[in-house]
Nanobody, 130 residues
Framework: VKMVQSEGGSVQAGGSLRLSCVST???????????MSWFREFPGKQREGVAT???????DYTDSVKGRFTISRASANDTLYLQMNSLRREGTAMYYC??????????????????????WGQGAQVTVSS
């Protein structure tokens, strides 16, 4: 199972950027994930959840990005997206896609928690300048 991210990029504050992440090899082994998420990591800080999309299509976001970021998933090409609008300088971070392929739980997980994910993309740097 692999999750391969597109490159990040540099953008001025107020601009937009879309990240993508292609997953391969999971369908035969694990079937569809319960959730797929985007995380970000600031220098010296722990990785934090940004957005998640559930198997039924429901979404959730961390408060700081609500109304500006949109997570989506295209099943036809196994691609997860994060559309980021109205970017702010504090959005500069390494962004990671993640999924919980194969996880079996007896509880409803919070898919913005790093511990719920077991597969990760390689990361993409997003830099927002003023």
């Amino acid at each position: 199972v692999k999750m391969v991210q597109s490159e990040g990029g540099s953008v001025q504050a107020g601009g937009s950027l879309r990240l993508s992440c292609v997953s391969t090899g999971y369908k035969i082994i694990h079937g569809d994930p319960y959730c797929m998420s985007w995380f970000r990591e600031f220098p010296g800080k722990q990785r934090e959840g940004v957005a998640t999309i559930l198997i039924g299509g429901g979404t959730d976001y961390t408060d700081s990005v609500k109304g500006r970021f949109t997570i989506s998933r295209a099943s036809a090409n196994d691609t997860l997206y994060l559309q980021m609008n109205s970017l702010r300088r504090e959005g500069t971070a390494m962004y990671y896609c993640a999924a919980d392929f194969g996880r079996r739980r007896a509880y409803v997980p919070n898919c913005l928690r790093r511990s719920e994910m077991n597969y990760w993309g390689q990361g993409a740097q997003v830099t927002v300048s003023s």
